[in-house]
């Protein structure tokens, strides 16, 4: 019912920023509260940020805040993750994600995008 394709990831080197976007296709993105995920080899799919279905409410990782941004355009069912002052520790795969309701819990999202890769150099 939805695809999300995740998009813009890349290397970056550190202090850098980046843009990520998530395309949706199917069902409109306005009747989803979207995450964005991300995991890194051997440890666990880790929360990074959410946005309401509205978009005015937000929340983030405490390892995130003040760094990275949320938003959406529903009208273009597109998410995006703007990602500034990169540090070597956001390093990982990031993953987009819809649910019905806002939550810090992967079990919570019902589609998922493939993962783009993004890699801060130091």
């Known amino acids: 019912q939805v695809q999300l394709v995740e998009s813009g990831g890349g290397l970056v080197q550190a202090g850098g920023s980046l843009r990520l976007s998530c395309a949706a296709s199917?069902?409109?993105?306005?009747?989803?509260?979207m995450g964005w995920f991300r995991q890194t080899p051997g440890k666990e799919r880790e929360f990074v940020a959410l946005?309401?279905?509205?978009?005015?409410?937000?929340n983030y990782a405490d390892s995130v805040k003040g760094r990275f941004t949320i938003s959406r355009d529903n009208a273009k069912n597109t998410v995006y993750l703007q990602m500034n002052d990169l540090k070597p520790e956001d390093t990982a795969v990031y993953f987009c994600?819809?649910?019905?309701?806002?939550?810090?819990?992967?079990?919570?999202?019902?589609?998922w995008g493939h993962g783009t890769q993004v890699t801060v150099s130091s």
């Open positions: 199917g069902r409109t993105l306005s009747s989803y509260t």
């Open positions: 946005i309401s279905r509205l978009g005015i409410s937000k």
């Open positions: 994600a819809a649910g019905y309701d806002p939550s810090w819990f992967q079990q919570d999202y019902l589609y």
